[in-house]
């Protein structure tokens, strides 16, 4: 088979026809020196290269009320925390949810809905109290806090938690700074 008449007549036409068969009509238009790699094109690379496809940084968090300073935002986090009734529980944990960021944001959510279907909870009248006993910087973790409290639960509808004595409990607590002078606790994880 002979090529057309039109590629015999033009010098270097099956070498431009190569071109654009395998890179696409696209190559043609562009100017000369840019890339026709797209953002998304690129992306699609590197996930395949690395098996990772970036994703754009999460949208910045904002909290209802940031503290002055760092162990002020822990101090008011934990009392809310850890004061509490069956009937004020679930409403206290989406305000802790709203005063924090990240992973305690997160945390504070699935509380607030988990307490809120917990029919024992709610049953049995129960209630926790407790008091703030120490908050100590963490060594070699730069914004972690061990947050140590005194608590009590009682219930004013079950025997269960009659006689029961205060416990000692131990909490990991991180902070960010969200900008001068507004910190928020954005990690929360009960030890004990």
Known sequence: ??????????????????????????????????????PANANVARAQATHEYPAPAPPRQATSNPAAAPLAAIRSFTSQYINWRADTVAARMRAL???????????????????????ELQRGGIAN?????????????????????????????????QGLRPAWHITLATVTQLAPGQWAVSGWQPES
């Open 129 to 161: 109290s407790g008091t703030v006993e120490g908050i100590a910087p963490r060594a070699g973790h730069p914004h972690e806090y061990v947050v140590v409290t005194r608590e009590r639960t009682t219930a004013t509808a079950t025997t269960a938690y």
């Open 97 to 119: 949810a709203a005063q924090s960021i990240g992973q305690a944001r997160a945390a504070m959510q699935l509380a607030a809905a988990n307490v809120t279907s917990d029919y």
């Open 1 to 38: 088979m002979t090529a057309p008449r039109a590629i015999r007549a033009v010098p270097g036409a099956a070498a431009v026809l190569g071109v654009v068969a395998l890179t696409g009509c696209s190559a043609l238009g562009a100017p000369a020196g840019t890339s026709t790699t797209t």
